[in-house]
């Protein structure tokens, strides 16, 4: 049985007592030995404080290491996001709606790994996290991340695509946020973040009501919804017809040719 | 390419050259008269490499901390389509709701190379200006091209807004606050002016495809952070009088080639890098190298330039490496020394001196005097 904070208290107070005595003693082989062992029991002392302290969040009991890997997890946010998304989102939405952060810098060689994954292999896995496309050159898009079983119309990117996908986040997530009876800070702060930034979703600086963000992202979505699915459809059209299947799940890299052009 | 490519080429040596920036172009403004910082910037010489082998290591710049903090705040502000920009614009400059396309111009289907920026740049821009509606409001990182001696200097503001009235505005994300609507004076008399070469640039651009200048707005956009929070502000600044300091200065800027062509032939500043990058010509013959090509010492040349410390040693002892308010009191005389001679009385001055001698020395009389020393 681990020893009680106190009576570790106690023991640092007579090593420290010891380490003393053997300095004036002159024994200084002694007084090493003895600060060993007075360094060993202040890490028992840390380590049981530590224990002792309630979780950061109450309510939120999450253990250390994340239960599942790395690419369920950002599979989990992408899928309720529904939208292609960049590392910082899927982290902050992982966080505040699943159960621990994902370290954003761990996303970025998540779409390398995937990809030649696939090219030794293709569709050996059921999905795999792959680019969302630029809708004028086809291009992967810069640091989003989609899932391949989304239709193509979904992961391609055009000029209001960045503005659509972000209501329609807004949305995903307010009406999970909806769905948690007691929702955490974390998950309240990220629906914040998204309603200050849509017209009409905020009330009260202070106050944010999932349902009004909602509301509020969908009749600015209307606003956009036309035009970006015309240039996403037609997009998608091109894209099935002129990629093979590896580009059109991480993109084509027309670079070479348009330099030789220019 | 002309002959003055190939000689720029030369003295550059086989190395790729460096990019002008918004930054050098607005230092350069600051200092038109340096034929030695005309010529490296436009040969596109590794100045901050070139100024650490000859023995002067300058440290011009951005801090590493100063640009990640600001890269921090503009991948904020740009985050998830521009979502805290577009909010800033349509409160501060009612941007319509409908205009909220956004185009990444920071690479053309992986490629990044300048050319294929700037032509994709161009084609969008052109587009948005001739078809109006529906083509594009937010363009992130275009990149411009401006003439600068002669040369071309790409430049690439942070983003151009379009559709603010029918107007393209150019938009600079800068990461220093404003507190209580107050921001540092020096600040914002740097990110202006460095706006007014992007509006500069974006002007010509447009003007090549026969589109007017009045499609590019006088007043540009300026973000900051606001008081101590992370929070974005926006407000808008005239550059009309910046503008016209930088064309006057950029056309005074005297034209490249004609400062090339004195230089004595085979002038080079090449390092001789070997393949670890390590330079292995002789420092004193780069030094010489560089001492042939006359510059203009100011102690402004501190803040924005590399070979600053290296030219403040050649200047030593000349009345212009104290300022140029110093130097026009003490009547233009060049060198410190010839001063002090002449305020002593010794020798005879020259004939256009003799006014100013005479002034240097009822100074010296009166310092004497309040001194209580003898002449």
Known sequence: MPESIEQLDQRAEELRAQVRQALLRGDREGARALRGELRRAERAWHDAIELDEPGPRAGNQAPRGPLLPLREQVHQALTLLTVPAGPRLISSVHEALFVGAIPAARLTSVRRDEERSFRTAPFARPYYLCAALTADLLAPARGLLAVSTWPMERRVIGPLSPRADYLTAAVQIAKNVQRIPMPSTDAMRLLWRFAVNIPGATVEAAQVDPAAVARAAQSELEVHANADTKTRRSAAIRARRQLDEAQQLFGSRLGTVLSAEA | ?375
């Open chain 2, 1 to 375: 390419m002309d002959s003055t490519g190939i000689r720029l080429d030369r003295i550059r040596g086989p190395v790729t050259p460096r990019n002008h920036s918004a930054r050098t172009i607005a230092a350069l403004s600051g200092n038109p008269g340096c034929a030695r910082r005309a010529v490296l910037d436009a040969a596109g010489v590794d100045k901050q490499g070139l100024a650490a082998h000859v023995g002067f290591p300058a440290m011009a710049g951005q801090s590493q901390f100063a640009i990640t903090r600001g890269n921090a705040f503009e991948a904020q502000v740009k985050a998830n389509g521009c979502a805290e920009l577009l909010t800033l614009l349509r409160e501060h400059l009612s941007l319509p709701i409908r205009e909220a396309s956004y185009d990444n111009l920071d690479e053309v289907g992986g490629n990044t190379s300048r050319e294929v920026r700037h032509a994709w740049t161009r084609r969008l821009l052109a587009r948005a200006a001739q078809s109006g509606d529906d083509a594009g409001t937010l363009f992130d990182h275009p990149l411009l091209c401006l003439r600068v001696g002669g040369r071309p200097a790409y430049l690439e503001p942070d983003l151009i807004a379009f559709q603010l009235s029918g107007r393209f505005h150019v938009t600079e994300i800068k990461s220093f606050s404003v507190i209580d609507g107050q921001a540092d004076g020096d600040k914002v008399a740097a990110a202006v002016i460095q706006s007014a070469v992007y509006v500069l640039a974006m002007r010509d651009l447009l003007a090549e495809m026969g589109i007017g200048p009045e499609s590019v707005a006088d007043q540009v956009v300026l973000v900051c952070p606001e008081n101590f929070s992370n929070r974005p502000s926006a407000a808008l600044l005239d550059v009309r009088k910046q503008m016209t300091v930088l064309r006057r200065q950029l056309s005074r800027l005297r034209r490249i080639d004609s400062l090339v062509d004195v230089l004595p032939p085979g002038l080079t500043f090449d390092l001789e890098l070997d393949r670890a990058g390590v330079p292995r010509r002789l420092p004193a013959a780069v030094a010489g190298a560089v001492r042939s090509v006359d510059a203009r010492y100011a102690p402004e040349c501190l803040a924005n330039c590399e070979m600053c410390f290296f030219c403040r040693d050649e200047a030593a002892g000349t009345t212009s490496a104290l300022g140029r308010a110093t130097r026009d009191d003490l009547g233009g005389i060049e060198h410190v020394a010839t001063v002090l001679h002449l305020a002593r009385g010794a020798g005879q001055p020259a004939d256009d001196q003799a006014e100013v001698a005479q002034l240097l020395r009822t100074a010296a009389r009166l310092r004497a005097e309040c001194l209580g020393e003898a002449v």
